[in-house]
T-cell receptor, first 114, second 119 residues
Framework: KAGVTQTPRYLIKTRGQQVTLSCSPI?????VSWYQQTPGQGLQFLFE???????NKGNFPGRFSGRQFSNSRSEMNVSTLELGDSALYLC?????????????FGPGTRLTVL | AQSVTQLGSHVSVSEGALVLLRCNYS??????LFWYVQYPNQGLQLLLK??????LVKGINGFEAEFKKSETSFHLTKPSAHMSDAAEYFC?????????????????FGQGTILTVHP
């Protein structure tokens, strides 16, 4: 079974631009979560989608948004990019919305904002 | 609110030595606990998890962890380190109940411990 895939793997943008990252979960998984990883702040939860509904959101500004499609694929969007948005963005999927189910992570998208 | 503390941002061991990575959590309710490993330029891979039942949990690659409620700890161990174990390790906690929606999909991670293995 294929793992979680994320595209693109690397991205370079300039301040003020917007960016869209894509995540395809493991087949049959309905929950998708997004995380931001930086050297200073570590791994921080962005949001989680389950059956096309955002169920939880981390402490990030409104510039960060996401959505989930009927096939469980998810996208996250960051508008008006800032230098501090440079990070590894990780997507994770799990089979159901229950917290005891482990999350399976993709390889991440490395975003660099210049 | 839940939190995770990993004691020691860097741990260095010799090949064949015991690996001990420390994790303490704070949670108002019994949590679910996870250990993940991250190799350079890769995502996170699950090593093991504790949900309920036996407090000694065995994972992949010879790792195991013991849930100690009285000490609020979930330390990761491996009897004999291998060069391929060199990576960054993350302890994470999630809520067992999605009360108020605050736990949905959210893993709270520790700051990570970089494990170096010397020949």
């Amino acid at each position: 079974k294929a793992g979680v895939t994320q595209t693109p793997r690397y991205l370079i943008k300039t301040r003020g631009q917007q960016v869209t990252l894509s995540c395809s979960p493991i087949s049959g998984h309905r929950s998708v979560s997004w995380y931001q990883q930086t050297p200073g702040q570590g791994l921080q939860f962005l949001f989680e989608y389950f059956s096309e509904t955002q169920r939880n959101k981390g402490n990030f500004p409104g510039r960060f948004s996401g959505r989930q499609f009927s096939n469980s694929r998810s996208e996250m969007n960051v508008s008006t990019l800032e230098l501090g948005d440079s990070a590894l963005y990780l997507c994770a999927s799990r089979v159901s919305g229950d917290s005891y189910n482990e999350q399976f992570f993709g390889p991440g998208t490395r975003l660099t904002v210049l | 609110a839940q939190s995770v503390t990993q004691l020691g941002s860097h741990v260095s061991v010799s090949e064949g030595a015991l690996v001990l990575l420390r994790c303490n959590y704070s949670s108002s309710v019994p949590p679910y606990l996870f250990w993940y490993v991250q190799y350079p330029n890769q995502g996170l891979q699950l090593l093991l998890k504790y949900t309920t039942g036996a407090t000694l949990v065995k994972g992949i690659n010879g790792f195991e962890a013991e849930f100690k409620k009285s000490e609020t700890s979930f330390h990761l161990t491996k009897p004999s380190a291998h060069m391929s174990d060199a990576a960054e390790y993350f302890c994470a906690v999630s809520g067992p109940f999605n009360a108020g929606g605050t736990s949905y999909g959210k893993l709270t991670f520790g700051q990570g411990t970089i494990l170096t293995v010397h020949p």
